[in-house]
Nanobody, 113 residues
């Protein structure tokens, strides 16, 4: 199982980023997946969760209306579209295959002016 995140970076408040997570080594369309984030000194928290068929199961209250989780099973890729970003969204973002679980290496998102 391999998960590789990309798309992080530095963005101003109010800006947008789209994170991607490429999966390999498993049957991607059968796997429930999720995005998580972590800041130093705090526990990792789930941001959004999606079933293999694309049904969204969960958004954290703090991102509802701003973030959208999606997936393209033909491309074995999970996405997190993040709009109207706030400084408190700054964190390392990880994708996870829920069964296992298996984690990617993470991608840094920094929201700052």
């Amino acid at each position: 199982v391999r998960l590789m995140e990309s798309g992080g970076g530095l963005v101003q408040p109010g800006g947008s980023l789209r994170l991607s997570c490429a999966g390999s080594g498993f049957t991607f369309e059968a796997a429930a997946m999720s995005w998580h984030r972590q800041v130093p000194g705090k526990e990792r928290e789930m941001v959004a969760d999606i079933k293999g068929n694309g049904e969204v199961k969960f958004y954290a209250d703090s991102v509802v209306g701003r973030f959208t989780i999606s997936r393209d099973n033909d491309k074995n890729t999970l996405y997190l579209q993040m709009n109207n970003l706030k400084p408190e969204d700054s964190a390392v973002y990880y994708c996870r295959r829920n069964f296992g679980p298996f984690w990617g290496q993470g991608t840094q998102v920094t929201v700052s002016s």
